[in-house]
C-alpha cells in the first residue's frame, strides 16, 4: 500500500516556474511507473510526465522543454519542475503510481486509468 501526497501547487504569472512535489509512504519497490497527470475543469484527465525506476522518463508534447519529472529514491518524493508556464497549463495536478509497471510505463502516460494509486491533487494556476 502507497500512499501520495502532492505540494507545491500555487498561483504563478505565465513565464514563472513551479516546482511540484509528491511524497509517496511506503516502499514503492523496483518496478514501478510513477507520474503527473493533470485535469483542467471540463476537460478530461491527461497525462503530463512519468519515470519508471530505470530513470526513463516520457513528457507529453505540450510540455516537452518546460517540464523535467524526477524522482529522489532516497527520500521517497517524485518531482515535477514546470518552466515557461502557459495559462493552458492550468490544472488540478495528480501524482500517480503504477508499482509494477515500470516496464509499461510509456503506455501509461497515456492509460492514467490504470495507474493503481494516487494523491488528492494540487492546483496550479496560471495567470495571463
Known amino acids: 500500500q502507497v500512499q501520495l501526497v502532492e505540494s507545491g501547487g500555487g498561483s504563478v504569472q505565465a513565464g514563472g516556474s513551479l516546482r511540484l512535489s509528491c511524497a509517496a509512504s511506503?516502499?514503492?519497490?523496483?518496478?514501478?511507473?510513477m507520474g503527473w497527470f493533470r485535469q483542467a475543469s471540463g476537460k478530461q484527465r491527461e497525462g503530463v510526465a512519468v519515470?519508471?525506476?530505470?530513470?526513463?522518463?516520457s513528457y507529453v508534447d505540450s510540455v516537452k522543454g518546460r517540464f523535467t519529472i524526477s524522482k529522489d529514491n532516497v527520500k521517497n518524493i517524485l518531482y515535477l519542475q514546470m518552466n515557461s508556464l502557459k495559462a493552458e497549463d492550468t490544472a488540478m495536478y495528480y501524482c500517480?503510481?503504477?508499482?509494477?509497471?515500470?516496464?509499461?510505463?510509456?503506455?501509461?502516460?497515456?492509460?492514467?486509468?490504470?495507474?493503481?494509486?494516487w494523491g488528492k491533487g494540487t492546483l496550479v494556476t496560471i495567470s495571463s
Open positions: 500517480a503510481a503504477d508499482l509494477a509497471g515500470g516496464g509499461r510505463c510509456y503506455t501509461l502516460l497515456k492509460n492514467y486509468y490504470a495507474m493503481d494509486y
Open positions: 511506503g516502499d514503492t519497490g523496483s518496478n514501478y511507473c
Open positions: 519515470i519508471n525506476s530505470d530513470g526513463t522518463t
